[in-house]
């Protein structure tokens, strides 16, 4: 029997939670997740690009994909979102910290093989990193969806922390002449740089 994975709070608890909407807002507002997993023993924190399709997180890759490989067979592990917001500074090192979100999801990932199922899973990664993208593309071929690996991880254990607001001095810092408060920070997106191919007359869409 597979252990389930230890999700309690020990430190600073009062800034975690395991509330499922909570969860999906965190998870829903980034690209970019980082797989954590153990194969042969040697640990391994790989990036990905990955999607929601209601109670699950989809990640992709190519079928000879040795990643893709080691997750369907079933090894457990860690899927980990963070939204770095801010960096926060206070009067101390001590004291000082960053603002974040952060979800975990814990699990097996199952792959996706009826190609009824792969291609709306598919058709959900776009939509989650290409927002209004899809209905300018033509659909994904057979052989295109043979080739590549759709895995689904459910989110059923996971757990978020989330640090807001202003730094936390100690009492006996306050009076120190040294600026405090936080720098926010986030990702945004630059000007659309043109395809050297692209066909003459073709403007960036509204969606970009």
């Not at 252990?3 to 608890?13: G, S």
């Not at 080739?147 to 989110?155: G, H, K, Q, R, W």
């Not at 100690?170 to 000007?191: F, I, M, N, R």
Request: proline share 7%; with cysteine.
């Amino acid at each position: 029997m597979t252990q389930k994975a230890d999700t309690k709070f020990r430190r600073e608890a009062d800034r975690g939670s395991h509330e499922y909407e909570l969860a999906c807002e965190v998870l829903d507002a980034g690209k970019v997740c980082h797989v954590g997993f153990t194969l042969d023993g040697q640990p391994y924190v790989l990036p990905m690009a990955y999607g929601r399709l209601d109670d699950q997180l989809l990640l992709h890759g190519s079928v000879a994909s040795r990643v893709m490989k080691a997750l369907a067979s079933g090894v457990p592990c860690c899927v980990t979102v963070t939204h770095f917001d801010g960096l926060v500074y206070a009067r101390s090192t001590f004291s000082s910290s960053m603002n974040y979100r952060c979800t975990m999801v814990f699990g097996t990932a199952r792959e996706i093989t009826d190609l009824n199922e792969k291609r709306p899973a598919i058709q959900a990664l776009v939509d989650h990193l290409m927002p209004g993208r899809r209905v300018d593309l033509r659909m994904s071929t057979p052989k295109e969806l043979n080739a590549t690996s759709v895995l689904a991880i459910p989110i059923e254990t996971f757990s978020t922390k989330c640090r807001t607001g202003p730094p936390k001095d100690k009492k006996s810092d306050l009076d120190a002449k040294v600026w405090a408060g936080v720098v926010p920070l986030e990702l945004t997106a630059g000007e659309p740089i043109d395809a050297p191919d692209i066909l003459p007359g073709v403007e960036p869409p509204d969606y970009l």
